[in-house]
T-cell receptor, first 117, second 120 residues
Framework: AQSVTQLDSHVSVSEGTPVLLRCNYS??????LFWYVQHPNKGLQLLLK??????LVKGINGFEAEFKKSETSFHLTKPSAHMSDAAEYFC???????????????FGQGTILTVHP | GAVVSQHPSRVICKSGTSVKIECRSL??????MFWYRQFPKQSLMLMAT?????????EQGVEKDKFLINHASLTLSTLTVTSAHPEDSSFYIC????????????????FGSGTRLTVV
């Protein structure tokens, strides 16, 4: 079984300040982990992914995330928030094994990021 | 990069009618496509997994006779909401996985832009 917990449903920051969106996961097998962003009434855009290579993953738009196996975490960060970063963010886990569960994506509950001027 | 085209983006239908949503992979072959449903202010819930040329696998609690999925080719999967009712109103999103995992890099999953279904 696999699950994802996003620890904050809402995060509010000021423009130019750092962003931290927290994600913890559980997985019976070696997971792949993703962060997706969704703007209102839009599909999902991939920000970055971890697939058992480097634990510090750099994504688009200045975002990065660090895979910490000991903490079962995959927090998303950005040094300086921009107004255009305001959106909903999803942490997602996919199993790399596990029979019929292979490849299925399990989504976290989502974190809405608000950026104030 | 990999692109998945989903149509329509928005549809309003009367209660009791059926609605078909299409999901196409434009520049890659997708042996597996996934259909998700998203309620307002909630996360995405996997409804079913469709594999080209075979029957879809539905998640627990999803009515297969209500949500008909057809994956007749490597580039097209369709979701038909039959006899739609207001409670079926939701945001539906498809995702395609590149058969060679090239789309978006390793374990490539590319999402469509979603379909907002409103049943009146």
């Amino acid at each position: 079984a696999q699950s994802v917990t996003q620890l904050d449903s809402h995060v509010s920051v000021s423009e130019g300040t750092p962003v931290l969106l927290r994600c913890n996961y559980s997985s019976s097998y070696s997971p792949s982990l993703f962060w997706y962003v969704q703007h209102p009434n839009k599909g999902l855009q991939l920000l970055l992914k971890y697939t058992s290579a480097a634990t510090l993953v750099k994504g688009i738009n200045g975002f990065e995330a660090e895979f910490k196996k000991s903490e079962t975490s995959f927090h998303l960060t950005k040094p300086s928030a921009h107004m255009s970063d305001a959106a909903e963010y999803f942490c997602v886990v996919s199993l790399n094994a596990g029979g019929t569960s292979y490849g299925k994506l399990t989504f976290g509950q989502g974190t809405i990021l608000t950026v104030h001027p | 990069g990999a692109v998945v085209s989903q149509h329509p983006s928005r549809v309003i239908c009367k209660s009791g009618t059926s609605v078909k949503i299409e999901c196409r992979s434009l520049d890659f072959q997708a042996t597996t496509m996934f259909w998700y449903r998203q309620f307002p202010k909630q996360s995405l819930m996997l409804m079913a997994t469709s594999n080209e040329g075979s029957k879809a696998t539905y998640e627990q609690g999803v009515e297969k006779d209500k949500f008909l999925i057809n994956h007749a080719s490597l580039t097209l999967s369709t979701l038909t909401v039959t006899s739609a009712h207001p409670e079926d109103s939701s945001f539906y999103i498809c995702s395609a996985r590149d058969s060679s995992f090239r789309a978006g890099g390793s374990y490539g999953y590319t999402f469509g832009s979603g379909t907002r279904l409103t049943v009146v």
